[in-house]
């Protein structure tokens, strides 16, 4: 008994102190990752992973019961050491294991372990955080030093031109922002400018001369059904440090009315004249109210000087370029809370958009409660390391093993219902998307998780209510995202109920939340080639005569056309992403076989070498309604600028910046195609694709323009707002206005286009980004301009009226001024500013490499 008692104890110490020994690893050692490469052959990388044991513990050569994940967002597809394996999970969750021939790791050592990857990198921000360690009884350690959103912490610098630039052959043409003189000559003011200081522009303006002068002894007046304007108007006004009598309605003098005017063609439209001691303020809807008074709110100074607030005397008449002025948030990928989504509502509303595409469900998170499926959130809203997924979703993106990192979470219905009553109070329709039948794994492994639960309890029937996955299914595919299993099956009833319970429930929130419930988002994108072609549920309804379906290619216009009639049966209109209404590259589905009223595609994909960039046209010319949602200049995921440190992807286009969605030009489509994917410049779109684009002859299809945030790479509340503004401010300014360089839009170069942007640019850092700075809105900021003369270091703002600092201590202490008088240059930062906020720091270090 006492031999058998030591051998228990004995492997129980033993056991511990390896978990012991794991965490010391996981706390001292650093693993990093690093680019070898990106000039290997077209469409492939090489990288590694370093790891710099600076732990006690040493880890034993051959193989062992360990293994270290990490997340690649590229797709990992070789090994190039025999030391260890790499074999993904699932989408971008890796497993590193060490082979027989792992020749450990001593304390004191540094291992790197290489790989090959599809398509290439060119940012840190590919490179995701949170690598852990699992022992053999499957407790997990995450490195320390990746434990964190600073990329210098675990990515190892790109110093050479193969590690930053995508490719050498075609040559990236990109290169560095810094090395564009054009990238920098966008930004450079010439002049001054009398631009009005509301964005986005009026259409007419009329300054009457004088000012109008607003004290506490003014009085906001409304008929009755305002009160959310006049109230929103009123604490405006007080957060400026002006209290007003808002009660006063007698008053005939020093007073703001607010007035109903059915004579206003435009619903969204409005009238805004400020003389003397009148501000008049009409409208034909709340909708127009609510943008004259955010009209007033700009043309006012942020502070008040002795309790008076003055503007010019003026006359604005107004309306909408587009009646869709949208912001696509992805919410599933990584979530943010509630109050993320808040304050972009309040900002939307401030800039006069007001559509909110509310992406709440995708393959790595489901983000809205629904009664009565408690598994979607409880274990589809959580992601963390659970290989068997009965507690939460595979962890992805970079959130680490743990639940309680970042990335997991959801909305309750009361989260919803109050974001869709604070959305209609400003005008703005939330549009939920539920996106299927791609992009659902996070939904078909909830739904998984209810059947077996179910099942156990001997409820059958219960079980298969809703599962979307046939269980005898054995497809092979893979999806963009690298996952096998992400498919919801259309041949499935149970699949079509649950479509209908969340359609429900939807509609359900927003009647609690005195709204209406217009709009259907069904996705659509994506679906993985080879998906359903050996589901035995879909080979038994290609054998039935009943059955609509003749084989795989009959699946997903079926699930269209399905989803569609029960949006109809609801008196919805339905929408999805531009490819989920094609049945191939150049072919719609028949428009007339969707039973909607209405039927919303979103055009995204226009890579202009793809050959796909008149989808919008033709789904347009087709019948449905487009919303323009082109990637190359609107997808906020894209990064500001071509630089390495910039946070996010480039598959579409290597940076989208502020200056290119001002420039965007929506009423023609092929006149953006400036530049294709390398960075060579367009001069003939059909002759680069030997195809003839179509022209687009249903102009009343195209409902207006929406920008898109997805989240991949986003982590943080802080970090999307940084991505979101303020090129959301310029996608405003072509939603609500069409300028005069709109009419000749090919020829950018022209002096009406300069003024307009450079006065756009004015108003922005003198009026606009301060009012967010005050807010603690995290914009971004561009970095300086850093260059070498002599024994000195010349900075200079990219855009006139942001602040230089630098630092002679490596930020520790910040000095105001374009050089820097520092003893030790290899020690100097420079940053720019505008209030709290700031971009970037520019080290030597990093103008020396790039």
């Not at 209290?243 to 059915?262: C, G, M, W, Y």
């Not at 690298?482 to 319970?501: G, M, R, W």
């Not at 102009?699 to 509340?717: D, F, K, M, P, Y």
Request: hydrophobic share 40%; proline share 4%.
């Amino acid at each position: 008994m006492k031999l058998i008692l030591a051998i228990l104890f004995s492997s129980f110490v033993s056991h511990y102190a390896f978990a012991l020994d794991t965490e010391n690893f996981t706390r001292h050692a650093e693993l990093k990752f690093g680019v070898s490469t990106n000039f290997v052959s077209q469409g492939r990388f090489e990288a590694f992973v370093e790891i710099n044991n600076q732990s006690r513990t040493a880890i034993p050569e051959g193989s062992g019961d360990w293994q270290i994940y990490i997340h690649s967002a590229r797709r990992i597809v070789q090994s190039l050491t025999e030391q260890v394996t790499f074999q993904r999970i699932q989408g971008d969750l890796y497993r590193i294991s060490p082979t027989d021939k792992f020749a450990g790791i001593a304390p004191g050592k540094i291992v790197r372990f290489g790989y090959r990857g599809l398509g290439d990198i060119a940012s840190y921000s590919y490179f995701m955080p949170r690598a852990f360690m699992v022992d053999g009884s499957e407790q997990h350690f995450v490195f320390r030093n990746t434990d964190t959103e600073t990329f210098e912490s675990y990515v190892l610098p790109f110093e050479q031109p193969q590690q930053y630039l995508r490719f050498n052959q075609p040559v990236d043409r990109y290169g560095l922002s810094k090395d564009d003189p054009e990238f920098e000559q966008h930004y450079k003011m010439d002049g001054q400018t009398d631009r009005i200081a509301i964005v986005p522009t009026p259409q007419q303006v009329t300054k009457l001369g004088g000012k109008v002068h607003i004290d506490s002894a003014w009085t906001v007046k409304q008929p009755g059904g305002l009160e959310f304007a006049k109230g929103y108007l009123v604490e405006q006004l007080a957060f400026r440090g002006l209290k007003l009598d808002a009660d006063n309605r007698q008053a005939d003098s020093n007073v703001i009315e607010l007035t109903f005017d059915p004579s206003i063609d435009d619903a969204e439209g409005y009238r805004l004249v400020a003389d003397s001691n009148t501000i008049s303020i009409k409208a034909k809807t709340e909708a127009g109210i609510f943008y004259a008074v955010q009209s007033l709110l700009g043309l006012l100074p942020s502070k008040t000087v002795k309790q008076v607030l003055s503007l010019d005397a003026i006359d604005i008449s107004d309306h909408p370029r587009f009646t869709w002025r949208g912001m696509h948030y992805d919410i599933a990928r990584n979530f943010h809370g509630k109050q993320a989504i808040l304050t972009l509502l309040e900002q939307m509303g401030r800039f006069k958009l007001n559509k909110l595409h509310l992406h709440l469900t995708d393959d790595e998170g489901w983000r809205l409660e629904i009664p009565g499926l408690p598994e979607l959130t409880d274990i589809g809203a959580q992601r963390c390391f659970d290989l068997q997924e009965q507690d939460c979703l595979l962890t992805q993106l970079g959130n680490g093993p743990g639940k309680l990192q970042s990335g997991s979470g959801f909305l309750t219905t009361d989260d919803y219902i109050e974001l869709v009553r604070f959305a209609k109070q400003r005008n703005i329709e939330v549009i939920p998307e539920i996106d299927m039948p791609g992009h659902a794994r996070a939904a078909i492994v909830a739904m998984k998780a209810r059947y077996q639960r179910l099942l156990s309890q001997g409820d059958e029937s219960a079980a298969n209510q809703y599962l979307l996955a046939d269980l005898q299914d054995k497809s092979e595919y893979l999806s963009v995202q690298s996952y096998s299993d992400n498919a919801i099956n259309p041949c499935l009833p149970s699949t079509f109920h649950f479509v209908q319970k969340v359609m429900y429930e939807l509609e359900r929130m927003h009647r609690m939340a005195g709204s209406k419930l217009n709009i259907f988002h069904m996705g659509g994108d994506e679906v993985g080639k080879g998906a359903w072609q050996k589901s035995p549920a879909c080979q038994q309804q290609f054998d039935s005569l009943s059955s609509p379906l003749m084989g795989v290619d009959d699946i997903k216009p079926y699930f269209v056309k399905k989803v569609a009639e029960l949006a109809a049966q609801r008196g919805l209109a339905i929408a999805g992403w531009e490819d989920g209404l094609m049945y191939n590259r150049d072919q719609p589905f028949q428009r007339n076989a969707i039973p909607n009223q209405q039927v919303i595609a979103n055009a995204w994909d226009n890579i202009w070498e793809a050959g796909v960039s008149d989808r919008a046209y033709l789904l347009a010319n087709a019948g449905y309604d487009v919303v323009l949602s082109s990637a190359t200049h609107l997808y906020f995921d894209h990064p500001n600028e071509a630089s390495p440190f910039e946070r996010g992807y480039h598959w579409a286009t290597r940076y989208s910046d502020l200056y290119k969605v001002f420039s965007y030009t929506p009423d023609d489509l092929y006149a953006n195609a400036a530049r294709t994917l390398p960075g060579d410049k367009i001069t003939d779109l059909d002759h680069l694709v030997n195809k003839h684009h179509v022209a687009l002859q249903a102009t009343g299809n195209v409902l207006g323009i929406q920008a898109q945030l997805w989240s991949e790479t986003v982590r943080s509340a802080a970090q999307m707002e940084n991505m979101v503004f303020p090129r959301i401010i310029a996608l405003a300014e072509r939603a609500w206005h069409k300028a005069d360089w709109e009419l000749q839009p090919r020829n950018k170069q022209s002096s009406a286009f300069a003024n307009d942007w450079h006065g756009f640019l004015r108003v922005l850092i003198e009026h606009v980004l301060p009012e967010l700075d005050r807010q603690g809105i995290h914009f971004y900021v561009p970095p300086p301009r850093v260059k070498q003369q002599a024994d000195s270091l010349i900075a200079e703002p990219l855009i006139e009226g942001l602040e230089v600092l630098y630092s002679c201590d490596k930020g520790q202490s910040w000095s105001r001024g374009q050089q820097a008088f520092c003893d030790d240059n290899s020690q100097v930062l420079f940053k720019t500013r505008l209030g709290n906020q700031h971009s970037r720091e520019i080290s030597l270090a990093e103008l020396s490499q790039y």
